[in-house]
């Protein structure tokens, strides 16, 4: 395949998909990595698509590649998550049987579940504290402790999910994306908010608009697995494939 050929594939690809990946893009074009590599630092160069680590993204896409602790996010875009947390709080009822995740703005909702009569099921260490402190019954589930988000993650933390069926679940995301959905750089965190979406009725992500076109490594839900609740939602074209609740509209 003529190396013109090559680059106007991938990036048909790149417009199709959002993201792919080197070792993709090899079994698709029959070619080396090497050769792989060259298209895409070409093209990156034309300013045709975002080179990144093992792939390439498309221009309207930014990939998130590391993620911040806990303390940081808290201090990122907080009128904003206090307002999407309040309202993902009043969504709650006394005779709900809730996972809330170990995120940001998840851990801002609590402050507006004082006293609540529900049941609480969280991966969040400071979370679970939080809960109780405020006086709600709260069930921490078992498993390998993330440092940086203070999140129970892991194989045994998701089997322990399965267990459970709940009524609603609140859940954090790095990235919204129309094609790849939510994302997460985290593999065993991804498995932990897939899991908690599939045993739930209904299932909300908190994002504030600073989440939407961007992409990370692993997708753990298409759009439509889970309502969005968000400040401002600045592309339409996720409202297509779910509800989206803009709190600040």
């Known amino acids: 395949m003529l190396t013109h050929d090559r680059q106007s594939k991938i990036l048909s690809i790149l417009d199709k998909q959002g993201s792919v990946t080197v ?29 990144v680590h093992g792939g390439a993204t498309a ?38 049987f ?27 260490i400071d979370h679970a ?10 069930i921490v589930i078992g498993g390998q402790l993330k440092q940086s988000t203070e999140a129970i993650i892991g194989l045994m933390a998701a ?29 065993e965190e991804a498995m932990l908010k897939a899991v908690a979406i599939e045993r739930s009725f209904v299932s909300y992500v908190l994002a504030d608009n600073s989440k939407f076109d961007k992409v990370s490594a692993v997708t753990f839900g298409s759009l439509d697995t889970a309502c969005i609740i968000t400040d401002k939602c600045p592309n339409e074209k996720v ?11």
């Open 23 to 51: 070792s993709r893009l090899t079994e698709i074009l029959s070619t080396s990595e090497s050769t792989i590599r060259r298209d895409l630092s070409s093209l990156a160069s034309e300013g045709k698509l975002n080179k």
């Open 59 to 96: 221009l309207n896409q930014e990939f998130v590649r590391l993620e911040d602790n806990i303390e940081e996010k808290l201090t990122k875009h907080t009128n904003e998550k206090n307002e999407i947390a309040q309202y993902a709080a009043g969504q709650i009822k006394d005779d709900d």
């Open 98 to 124: 809730v996972f809330i995740d170990a995120g940001s703005t998840t851990r801002l909702m609590i402050k507006y579940l004082s006293n609540s009569k529900a049941t609480f099921v969280t991966n969040g």
């Open 129 to 138: 504290k939080q809960l109780a402190q405020n006086g709600c019954k709260t």
């Open 159 to 187: 089997t322990n999910l399965q267990k459970f069926s709940f009524t609603k679940a609140f859940i954090g995301t790095n990235g919204i994306s129309e094609k790849q959905g939510y994302t997460t750089p985290d593999t």
């Open 239 to 249: 409202a297509k494939h779910t509800v989206v609740k803009e709190v600040l509209k």
